[in-house]
């Protein structure tokens, strides 16, 4: 069996400079924000139904419609606005008057605005003894229906308020704080380093070796097991390999394809590139790792 699937769509974003929002649209989903006027929620901005006929959406998906075909608007929005994002089940079943009112009630809790919004348009969809917009439009278009129109609903509310801070920079910050510990363990690899310097530099009798170099040394392999930003690993790696003159050419993927260091130490070589000695007199002893 074969699904072939189409749907509407309405996706606002937040510009991160001045009180405006984006919003790109297509289809009878759709968008509203509700401003306080004289403590009534009014109408600022609309998104208008886009249809080829009567109950006949611009759709994207399988078969749909240009997803370039979508209204794309910018949105002068004040603190306090009010945004209410659908699907078609609510704006076919309740006047934008009777959704800024249920809002208005219940502005102090907005997940409960929007299931009360949502709620509503259900139990009006069910109904044959209510005029709903659905049937305004039907009658318009020349066809007979009354009352509602049971359909999939979906509700939105959010809310302008003030920030201090750009979302932009909040996301930025809360993403610096999550790699704040790997570079202050990577600040901690230098010292890892030197540790094991000392080690080499250091009789094997004296106690330094066991109780200092052993954490350091653990510690180092830690370290090299902590992923790497994905845009940094080509300037993390090409410094690594210009400071211990690591010949790059011989890698098989690319530098930004390695996680961790610890996966660059493991890579694999291009073939042929480090041939093993087929003497027939086994006369050459390989050994699989580093060793003197």
């Known amino acids: ?50 249809l080829h006929s009567f109950n006949f959406p611009y759709q994207v998906g399988t078969h749909g419609d240009n ?18 994002l659908a699907s078609d089940g ?37 109904r044959s003894d209510v005029d709903t917009p659905f049937a ?17 609903i979906t509700v939105i509310v959010a809310k302008v308020s003030k920030s201090s801070k750009a979302p932009i920079e909040e996301a930025s910050e809360e993403l610096k704080g999550s790699y704040l510990w790997r570079w202050l363990l990577a600040l901690l690899c230098g010292v890892a380093a030197f540790g094991l310097y000392l080690k ?6 004296m106690t330094f070796r066991g109780w200092i170099t052993r954490p350091l040394s653990r510690l180092a392999g830690y370290i090299a097991g902590i992923p790497i930003p994905y845009c940094m ?11 211990y003159n690591v010949n790059t ?14 996966d660059f130490f493991t890579r694999e070589l291009k073939p042929n590139l480090r ?11 390989c050994s699989p790792a580093d060793s003197t």
């Not at 309740?94 to 409960?112: G, M, Y």
């Not at 011989?250 to 961790?260: A, G, Y």
């Not at 041939?275 to 002893?285: E, G, H, M, T």
């Open 1 to 50: 069996m074969c699904w072939v699937l189409s749907r509407t769509c309405t996706l606002v974003y937040v510009e991160c400079k001045g009180e405006t929002v984006g919003s790109l649209h297509i289809g009878d989903s759709g968008y509203v924000v509700l401003r306080n006027v004289s403590n009534n929620l009014e109408v600022v901005e609309k998104s208008k139904d886009m």
């Open 67 to 84: 997803p370039y075909s979508a209204e794309v608007k910018r949105l002068d929005l004040s603190l306090n606005d009010t945004i209410v």
């Open 90 to 126: 609510l704006w076919d079943n309740l006047e934008i008057d009777e959704v800024a009112s249920i809002v208005k009630d219940e502005l102090a809790d907005l997940n409960r605005a929007a299931e009360k919004v949502a709620a509503r348009a259900q139990e009006v969809g069910m």
């Open 136 to 152: 305004k439009k039907a009658r318009k278009s020349g066809k007979r229906w009354h009352g509602g129109k049971l359909d999939d």
């Open 200 to 205: 080499s530099q250091v009789p094997a009798n």
């Open 233 to 243: 690993r080509n300037t993390c790696y090409a410094f690594f390999c210009k400071a």
């Open 249 to 262: 050419d011989e890698i098989k993927q690319p530098l930004h394809s390695f996680c961790c260091m610890k």
């Open 275 to 285: 041939p093993i000695s087929q003497s027939a007199n086994n006369s050459v002893l």
